[in-house]
């Protein structure tokens, strides 16, 4: 979050109503930039996230643009934001994943 803090201008907004942790005010913002991210896996598999895969608008006067993650203890899930337009590949059997960009 820190790194996604130094890299946006935006005033930041209490996320606590939405239930995530790093939101900004976008309001008169036409098209808001936000930076990209990869997941890094043991391996080589990479999943790199565009910013619609990270971030949400989440209310309906289009002015709060949120991280779409938030924290956990002891796991990590990938979630449907962060799947969206990707085409994910479980081999369970040779214990390998695989992601590719689609449109869904």
Do not use: W
């Not at 796991?75 to 994910?88: A, K, T």
């Not at 479980?90 to 689609?102: E, H, L, S």
């Amino acid at each position: 979050m820190q790194a996604f803090k130094a890299q946006i201008t935006y005033p930041l907004v209490d996320g606590t109503p939405y239930g995530l942790d790093l939101c900004f005010d976008i309001a008169g913002v036409t098209n808001p930039t936000v930076p990209e991210m990869s997941f890094q896996f043991q391996g080589e598999a990479n999943f790199q996230l565009l910013p619609e895969n990270l971030f949400a608008i989440v209310d309906t006067a289009n002015t709060v643009l949120c991280l779409a993650m938030a924290g956990s203890e002891g796991f990590s899930i990938i979630g449907n934001i962060q799947q969206q337009d990707h085409l994910v590949i479980y081999d369970r059997v040779a214990q390998r994943i695989g992601f590719a960009v689609t449109t869904c």
